[in-house]
């Protein structure tokens, strides 16, 4: 079965860069998903189809996908954007979940 | 804007099924625009996906789940349901319903991202 890997925790300072991986084998062809999840709270969709914003999400938030690599990537980080983060692809027709990041924002 | 509702019993017994619905308002579940999903969620742990059912009641099934999972859907209701059989601790989880907009290419139609999702409900498996 298809596996998808993220950093258990990435740390970013307030205003920097974040950049979340998903790895996978040949996941660049493969169309990537990401979620951000607030304690509590359901997920909401930040990236769809690789690289796009879906409406009310901050142009601050964006996607790529090459290789064996997704990235999503949080630019200027606010203290609202600490949350656990999750890719997502379909693959074999069924829908995988990457283990999920803890972005802390000091 | 689609709204999904999951409703079900709370507390389930060791061994037993675990019965969940989802209510769908807002549009139609039989719309050929969606595919209908379950996700849940153990306490501090990541989301694992469960399934999904396409109103004509095509199914895809996380393979290891497969063997104790149905997901059906009612159009006369509007809601979809999932039924977990032979549950033990490990199944104890948020479970969460969500929509999914049908994504073409390829030369083939499948499920994409979840877009409007439940609120989730907390199932514990215990006796």
């Known amino acids: 079965s298809y596996e998808l890997t993220q950093p258990l925790s990435v740390s970013v300072a307030l205003g920097q860069t974040a950049r979340i991986t998903c790895g996978g084998n040949?996941?660049?062809?493969?169309?990537v998903y990401w979620y951000q999840q607030k304690p509590g709270q359901a997920p909401v969709l930040v990236i769809y189809?690789?690289?796009n914003r879906p409406s009310g999400i901050p142009e601050r938030f964006s996607g790529s996908n090459s290789g064996n690599t997704a990235t999503l990537t949080i630019s200027r980080a606010q203290a609202g954007d600490e949350a656990d983060y999750y890719c997502?692809?379909?693959?074999?027709?069924?829908?995988?979940f990457g283990g999920g990041t803890k972005l802390t924002v000091l | 804007q689609l709204q999904l509702q999951e409703s079900g019993p709370g507390l389930v017994k060791p061994s037993e099924t675990l019965s969940l619905s989802c209510s769908v308002s807002?549009?139609?579940?039989?719309?050929?625009?969606?595919?209908w999903g379950w996700i849940r969620q153990p306490p501090g742990k990541g989301l694992e996906w469960i399934g999904t059912?396409?109103?004509?009641?095509?199914?895809y099934y996380n393979p290891s789940l497969k063997s104790r999972l149905t997901i059906s859907v009612d159009t006369s209701k509007n809601q979809f349901s999932l039924n977990l059989n032979s549950v033990t601790a490990a199944d104890t989880a948020v479970y969460y319903c969500?929509?999914?907009?049908?994504?073409?290419?390829?030369?083939?139609?499948?499920?994409?991202?979840?877009?409007?999702w439940g609120q989730g409900t907390l199932v514990t498996v215990s006796s």
């Open positions: 997502q692809v379909w693959d074999s027709s069924t829908v995988v």
């Open positions: 040949n996941i660049g062809s493969k169309i």
């Open positions: 189809r690789d690289s």
């Open positions: 059912i396409y109103y004509s009641g095509s199914t």
């Open positions: 807002g549009g139609s579940i039989s719309s050929s625009t969606y595919y």
């Open positions: 969500a929509s999914s907009p049908k994504y073409c290419g390829g030369g083939s139609c499948y499920p994409g991202y979840f877009q409007h």
